[in-house]
């Protein structure tokens, strides 16, 4: 970005793709996405697991799962349904949750932190959605 803006390359080039309006349409849907009680369950009880982790020194925060439920709603709106299934919270899981967490120090390398997530994931059985 300061690379860009060093060689005249302003915000002031960023053009409207969606207006107000239409962003806000949009947004309306895919909190209207449902979510079944066992996926509020599961998305509840991975959050959890990062509470109880030795090498995450803070968890994931009642705001991270209410981050990761709008990311599985708004997951599930782009897919073109109106209900969240297990691989909408797998799609989003990982970027929502790993930089809202507070690491130890023996995981402050990327890829082992994404190793630990997916074990932590794996960890917890996703719920049979039909």
Same mark, same amino acid.
């Given at each position: 970005?300061?690379?860009?803006?060093?060689?005249?390359?302003?915000?002031?080039?960023?053009?409207?793709?969606?207006?107000?309006?239409?962003?806000?349409?949009?947004?309306?849907?895919?909190?209207?996405?449902?979510?079944?009680d066992a996926m509020i369950d599961y998305i509840v009880t991975l959050?959890?697991?990062?509470? =109880?982790?030795?090498?995450?020194?803070?968890?994931a925060s009642p705001r991270a799962t209410l981050a990761l439920t *709008?990311?599985? +709603? !708004?997951?599930?709106?782009?897919?073109?349904?109106?209900?969240?299934l297990p691989r909408d919270v797998r799609f989003v899981f990982h970027?929502?949750?790993?930089?809202?967490?507070?690491? =130890?120090?023996?995981?402050?390398?990327?890829?082992?932190?994404?190793?630990?997530?997916?074990?932590?994931? *794996?960890?917890? +059985? !996703?719920?049979?959605?039909?």
């Amino acid at each position: 970005m300061i690379r860009r803006r060093q060689n005249g390359q302003s915000l002031e080039t960023v053009q409207q793709v969606v207006s107000r309006e239409e962003l806000l349409r949009i947004r309306r849907e895919a909190e209207q996405v449902y979510l079944k009680d066992a996926m509020i369950d599961y998305i509840v009880t991975l959050c959890e697991k990062t509470r =109880s982790e030795v090498h995450i020194l803070q968890g994931a925060s009642p705001r991270a799962t209410l981050a990761l439920t *709008a990311l599985s +709603k !708004a997951t599930a709106w782009i897919q073109g349904r109106d209900y969240v299934l297990p691989r909408d919270v797998r799609f989003v899981f990982h970027d929502c949750i790993e930089h809202r967490l507070v690491w =130890s120090q023996e995981l402050s390398d990327g890829a082992a932190r994404e190793e630990l997530l997916g074990k932590l994931f *794996a960890s917890v +059985k !996703a719920p049979a959605i039909k």
